[in-house]
Nanobody, 124 residues
């Protein structure tokens, strides 16, 4: 299982970024994939997860209405469109996957395979 994140960078508050998570080494349709983030001095938290099997999604309250998760099954890639970014969204963003269709409300302990992360910095 191999996950590679891309798309991070520096953006001003109110701006947008789209993160990509390219997956390989497993049957994409059988898994759930999520986006997580970890800010300096804080614990890692789940932002948004998607079941590749049925397309259902989960969003943490802090990003609901601003972030959108989607998948392109032909490309084995999951995206996180982030709009109306705030300085408090600054963090390293990781994608992770678990076998099965359930996203378990993005519970970190349920996700087995992780990417290396991509930095997102939102300036005020």
């Amino acid at each position: 299982v191999h996950l590679v994140e891309s798309g991070g960078g520096l953006v001003q508050a109110g701006g947008s970024l789209r993160l990509s998570c390219a997956a390989s080494g497993f049957t994409f349709d059988d898994y759930a994939i999520g986006w997580f983030r970890q800010a300096p001095g804080k614990e890692r938290e789940g932002m948004s997860c998607i079941s590749i099997t049925d397309g259902s999604t989960y969003y943490a309250d802090s990003v609901k209405g601003r972030f959108t998760i989607s998948s392109d099954n032909a490309k084995n890639t999951v995206y996180l469109q982030m709009n109306s970014l705030k300085p408090e969204d600054t963090a390293v963003y990781y994608c992770a996957t678990r076998y099965g269709s359930a996203w378990y409300q993005c519970a970190i302990a349920e996700y087995d395979y992780w990417g290396q992360g991509t930095q997102v910095t939102v300036s005020s």
